[in-house]
């Protein structure tokens, strides 16, 4: 049997008192279980039939003869696009799981952090040419840390800057070196998040209700970013105004 304890505060005469609520939570935890397993096999079971379309999709790009018609490579184009869009989800579905099993290694070499933010923002200017994002400072550091993981991180605050905002606003990244520290934030001028879902927008699955409808995403996304950063030593917060935009800072410690 598994037991939750929760300490029930108590006043006056009786506060030295400890009163405990202890509640039987095995079948919850029985249940939560059997949906991380699901989310495991089926992230892996699609994984591998998608991955050979998403080959199958480069190949048809490659060998699109010169004399298709714009209709057919409009098609073609599109298509790829939302294979890559199907496969970048499933593997955010595959690091929750990984995450779940704590299976998420990195693999830490140092590289040049000025250099990664500087190619990771030229890649998302090109996936979003109606935003402008400005980058200001530097670090001058080489980190040793997992390069591919930390690109995933900054690739999740920008592209949710954009989603999050409206069109034509700019997104900033400021990255400094504070003492035996990196930092980075990102900043939009868009919807912002209420105070109240600051801290949650990191949970697993969490999404604020009022963008549920609207905009697409799983709510993961976050969630993923915090364990990267957390397993580097580092940490995530989001300082926010509803409204008025948000600014997602991160931390790395340097000596590690
Ligand atoms: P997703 O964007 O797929 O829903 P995330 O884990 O990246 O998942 O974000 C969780 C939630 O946090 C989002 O659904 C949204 O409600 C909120 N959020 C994240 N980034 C921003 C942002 N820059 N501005 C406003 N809300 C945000």
């Known amino acids: 049997m598994l037991l939750n304890a929760h300490r029930i505060e108590l006043e006056g005469q009786y506060k030295d008192w400890i009163l405990l609520a202890i509640e039987d939570i095995t079948e919850r935890r029985a249940i939560q279980q059997r949906k991380d397993d699901f989310l495991s096999i089926a992230s892996h079971e699609l994984k591998t039939p998608l991955t050979t379309i998403v080959g199958y999709m480069q190949m048809m790009e490659r060998l699109m003869p010169e004399n298709a018609t714009d209709k057919f490579k409009n098609v073609v184009e599109k298509t790829g696009r939302y294979v890559q869009r199907l496969n970048q989800l499933l593997s955010e579905l595959l690091d929750v799981s990984r995450i779940q099993t704590g299976n998420i290694e990195l693999h830490r070499e140092p590289f040049d952090f000025d250099r990664m933010v500087v190619e990771t923002i030229e890649g998302m200017r090109g996936a979003s040419p109606d935003r402008t994002i400005e980058l200001s400072g530097k670090t001058e550091i080489f980190y040793n840390g997992d390069e591919s993981h930390l690109i995933q991180v900054l690739n ?23 003492s035996d520290f990196l930092r980075v934030s990102v900043s939009d001028q868009g919807m912002g998040i209420a105070t109240d879902d600051q ?22 996304g976050l969630y993923i970013c915090q364990q990267i950063i957390s397993n580097h030593g580092g940490t995530i917060w989001v300082e926010s105004e509803k409204g008025r935009g948000s600014v997602f800072n991160f931390t790395l410690p340097i000596n590690n």
């Open 156 to 178: 999740n605050l920008l592209s949710n800057a954009i989603k999050y905002s409206p069109a034509k606003s700019t997104v900033g990244v400021q990255i400094s070196k504070i």
């Open 199 to 220: 801290a949650k927008v990191f949970d697993r699955f969490y999404r604020v209700g009022e963008v549920q409808r609207d905009y697409p995403g799983m709510g993961i």
